[in-house]
C-alpha cells in the first residue's frame, strides 16, 4: 500500500468515526427497533434512559421529595400489573401480587406502553384533567422504576398532548423509597368501559 492509499483509509476511517461519534448508538436509524414511529419507546422497557421525555420536564429527585404528592403535586404510577389483568367490562384490575408505590400517588397501569391502549389512555388524561379543574397549574409528575422507559412515554405522550407541567420522575418508585420515604400499597384506578 503507497502512502496515498493509506492516508485515503485514515482519512475514510476518521470520517466514519466522526459520523457515529456524533451520534448516540440510537439515532443512527430513525427508527430503532425498540422505538415506534412517533418515537416512544415500544419493547424492551427495562433499560437506561439516555434522553428527555421533550416537551415534558425531568424533576430531580431532591426536588420531587420536596412536594406532597396529591398536594402540591399529582404523582402518577404507570407501573403495569404483573401477572394480573383489567376486567373490559367493570374496569377493575385483578392483581396477583401487590404493588406499593409513593403515598399520595394515584396508579394508572399500563398507560406508558406504547402502542397505548386508547381505553386507559382517556381515563388518564380524564384523571389528569379532573385533579386540575380547580388548580390548572398543579404538576403533574409521571414515574415508574428506574431505568424503566414507561414513565418516560406517559410524560412525553401527555405533554405533546396539550398538558402543561408534566414532569417525569426518572428514579421512579426505587429512587423514592432509597431516599427513606414510605411505600404503601396501592390499587390500580378503574377505568370504566364507558371511557371508549
Do not use: N
Amino acid at each position: 500500500m503507497d502512502r496515498r492509499s493509506a492516508w485515503q483509509g485514515l482519512a475514510a476511517g476518521i470520517f466514519l468515526v466522526g459520523k457515529l461519534v456524533g451520534k448516540p448508538a440510537w439515532a443512527a436509524t430513525p427508527h430503532a427497533p425498540d422505538f415506534d414511529e412517533q418515537g416512544y419507546r415500544s419493547a424492551r422497557y427495562r433499560a437506561p434512559v439516555d434522553r428527555l421525555p421533550s416537551p415534558a420536564r425531568r424533576i430531580a429527585l431532591e426536588d420531587a421529595l420536596k412536594l406532597a404528592p396529591g398536594r402540591d403535586a399529582l404523582f402518577v404510577d404507570v407501573l403495569p400489573v404483573e401477572s394480573g389483568y383489567r376486567d373490559p367490562v367493570s374496569g377493575r384490575w385483578h392483581l396477583s401480587q401487590p404493588h406499593e408505590t409513593v403515598p399520595g400517588a394515584v396508579w394508572h397501569p399500563e398507560t406508558g406502553r406504547s402502542p397505548v391502549d386508547p381505553v386507559l389512555w382517556r381515563g388518564l388524561v380524564a384523571a389528569v384533567a379532573a385533579t386540575r379543574a380547580d388548580r390548572p397549574r398543579l404538576p403533574v409528575v409521571l414515574f415508574c422504576r428506574v431505568d424503566c422507559w414507561m414513565g418516560w412515554d406517559a410524560a412525553r405522550r401527555l405533554a405533546k398532548g396539550g398538558t402543561g407541567r408534566v414532569l417525569w420522575l426518572a428514579e421512579g418508585i426505587e429512587g423514592w423509597s432509597g431516599a427513606g420515604r414510605t411505600l404503601i400499597a396501592a390499587l390500580p384506578e378503574v377505568i370504566a368501559p364507558t371511557m371508549g
